[in-house]
Nanobody, 122 residues
Framework: QVQLVESGGGLVQAGGSLRLSCAASGRTFTGYNMGWFRQAPGKEREFVAAITRSGFGKYYEDSVKGRFTISRDNAKNTVYLQMNSLKPEDTAVYYC???????????????WGQGTQVTVSS
């Protein structure tokens, strides 16, 4: 089992920045690729970014490329999502997730955090 706890969400004005953190505990963190997903009210959960176990492979959803950066610190068992130039359409609950293989499909992930709310005002 892997336990994931997100933090760092909040209310920010358009154009602002937030950094989300996801702390992992349980099984060896380096055994898992990590992903960030988000879900807005009335919408399906969607892929935002993913990072490989080593941290060298990074993948992004098109609408966040150039604005969001995923990273991980394996010594701290933590994955981050730096979000810059935030837009109102980025408003959602953000979730981190873990799985052995890399994937952009939420249904492939085995472990999930509880989510953290990000609200971007216009």
């Amino acid at each position: 089992q892997v336990q994931l706890v997100e933090s760092g969400g909040g209310l920010v004005q358009a154009g602002g920045s937030l950094r989300l953190s996801c702390a992992a505990s349980g099984r060896t963190f380096t055994g898992y690729n990590m992903g960030w997903f988000r879900q807005a009210p009335g919408k399906e959960r969607e892929f935002v970014a993913a990072i490989t176990r080593s941290g060298f492979g990074k993948y992004y959803e098109d609408s966040v490329k150039g604005r969001f950066t995923i990273s991980r610190d394996n010594a701290k068992n933590t994955v981050y999502l730096q979000m810059n130039s935030l837009k109102p359409e980025d408003t959602a609950v953000y979730y981190c997730a873990a799985r052995v293989g890399i994937s952009k499909d939420a249904t492939d992930y085995d472990y999930w955090g509880q989510g953290t709310q990000v609200t971007v005002s216009s």
